[in-house]
C-alpha cells in the first residue's frame, strides 16, 4: 500500500507539472523502475515497530539523493534537451516533501492505532529472569505505541520450570514472538526452542548476556563455506563511509577556520596575553585511533602550570584564568582542534580524547575502554552530549561514557553526526554544569 501511493506520488506529480517530456510514457517507466531498485536497495518500506525517527530521517535521506541522481540522469540517457531543469526541480521539491509526509504520517498513524486502538499487536513471551530480561518487558509494557503484548515470563531458575508447559502456552495463547535469554539456557535447550519455533511458525529472538561487555553487534559472514561471527562490524571500517565522514570532516574544518578562527585567534590572542603571560594555545599529547599519541590543541585557559598533563580541571579549578573560564564555559577554547580535524589526527564528531596518563589508567581499569580508539577521537561526541563531558568524578562517569562512546563506533552513520552536532551546539547555549 505505501509502495503504491509513494508511486501514485511520483507519477502524477509527473503529469501535470510542465515538465515538458518528449515520451512521457518512456519517464513514468524509468521513474517508477528506479524509485523501486532504490527503494528495495534502501530497505526503504522496512521500518521495524521499534523503529526511531532518526533511521526514517535517514532512509528518506539516501532514498531521494538517488533518486535526485535518476531524476536528472534521465536527460542524458535519453537525450532530453527539451526538459526543463525548474520543472524538474519543482517535481522533484514536491515529490520529496509529499512522500516525506506520507512516510511520516504512516508511522505516527501506526503508532497510534497500535496503542490507543491495540490492533497490529504482537503476543509475546521472555524465558528468562535478569536484568536484561526485566529491562525488556518493562519496554514491552511501557513503550506501548511499539505494539508488544506481553503475557507472561518464565523463569529457568524456577524449580517448578518445565519446557513443555511452556510450550503449550505459547501454542494455546498464539504467542507470536519468543524473547529468549541466551544466558540461562543450555546448548540442548537453545537446540529445542530452535526447533519448536521453526515447527510452530514462531519468530524466536535472544536476549545476549552482555553484563560484561556494553555492546555485541555480531557480523555474519562466511569464509569459504565456513561461517564465521565476528564480535562487532564497525561502520567506519567500510571504505565509503571512512570517506564520507572524511569529506565532512574537512568541509565542515575549513568552514570554521575560514569563517570563524581567521578572526578570532588574532582578537584572543590579545585577550589571553594580557591576563596572563604564556602561548595563546595549550597543546597536549593525548591517544588517538589504533592509540596513536598526536597533539591536541586547544586556547590556552589555564596559567602555565606543570600539572597540566596530569590533572584534569575540576570546579573552582585556581589555574583556570577569567578569560578561561569564560572560554571553558563556552567551549571556545576547543576550536582550535578544527585544525586537528583538517589535518586528520581528529574528526568533528567522534570519542573525546583523553590524556596519555588518563589512557594507561582507564585501560587497565575500565572494561572494553580501548574499543573507542577504533576511531578517530572527536572535538564532541555521544558521551558528551548525554551529559557525560568534562571532570570524571566518579567511576561510574568514565563506564557511562565508555558505553556511549562504544554505541557510537559500532552504530555511526552521518545522521548521528548531524544530530550530535546540533545537540552540542544547543547544551553550548543552554550551558552545561560540567563545563569547567
Known sequence: ???????????????????????????????????????????????????????????????????????????????????????????????????????????????????????????????????????????????????????????TKNPEFDKNDCFRFIKDKNVDEIYCSVSELKDGEITELINFADNNLKTLKFIPDNKNIFAKKLKFEYYDYIPVLSLRDIPLHNPINAFLKRSFDIIFSLIIILGLLSWLIPLLAI?????????????????????????????????????????????????????????????????????????????????????????????????KYMVRHFVKPGITGLAQVRGYRGEVETHADIQNRIKFDIFYVENWSMFLDVKIIVQTIINVFKGEVKAY
Open 1 to 155: 500500500m505505501s509502495y503504491l501511493m509513494d508511486l501514485l506520488v511520483i507519477n502524477l506529480f509527473a503529469y501535470f507539472l510542465p515538465i515538458n517530456f518528449q515520451t512521457p510514457l518512456l519517464f513514468h517507466a524509468y521513474i517508477i523502475l528506479g524509485w523501486i531498485v532504490v527503494s528495495t536497495k534502501n530497505k526503504f518500506y522496512k521500518v521495524h515497530r521499534y523503529a526511531k525517527v532518526v533511521l526514517v530521517l535517514r532512509l528518506l535521506f539516501v532514498q531521494f539523493v538517488f533518486f535526485f541522481l535518476i531524476l536528472y540522469a534521465f536527460i542524458g540517457f535519453f537525450k532530453q534537451p527539451e526538459i526543463s531543469r525548474l520543472a524538474l526541480a519543482q517535481y522533484f521539491s514536491l515529490v520529496l516533501i509529499t512522500v516525506a509526509v506520507l512516510k511520516f504520517l504512516r508511522f505516527i498513524l501506526l503508532m497510534q492505532y497500535r496503542e490507543h486502538i491495540k490492533g497490529n499487536i504482537r503476543n509475546v513471551v521472555v524465558i528468562g529472569r535478569n536484568r536484561k530480561t526485566d529491562q525488556l518487558i518493562r519496554v514491552f509494557k511501557e513503550r506501548t505505541e511499539y505494539g508488544y503484548n506481553f503475557l507472561k515470563q518464565f523463569s
Open 271 to 367: 585577550i589571553i596575553t594580557l591576563e596572563s603571560k604564556g602561548p595563546v594555545f595549550f597543546r597536549q599529547n593525548r591517544n588517538g585511533v589504533d592509540n596513536r599519541e598526536f597533539y591536541c590543541y586547544k586556547f590556552r585557559s589555564m596559567a602555565p602550570n606543570r600539572d597540566a598533563d596530569n590533572y584534569q580541571a575540576t570546579k573552582n579549578d585556581m589555574r583556570i584564568t577569567k578569560v578561561g573560564k569564560f572560554l571553558r564555559s563556552t567551549s571556545i577554547d576547543e576550536l582550535p582542534q578544527f585544525y586537528n580535524v583538517f589535518f586528520g589526527t581528529m574528526s568533528v564528531v567522534g570519542p573525546r580524547p583523553h590524556m596519555v596518563k588518563h589512557t594507561n589508567e582507564y585501560a587497565d581499569t575500565v572494561d
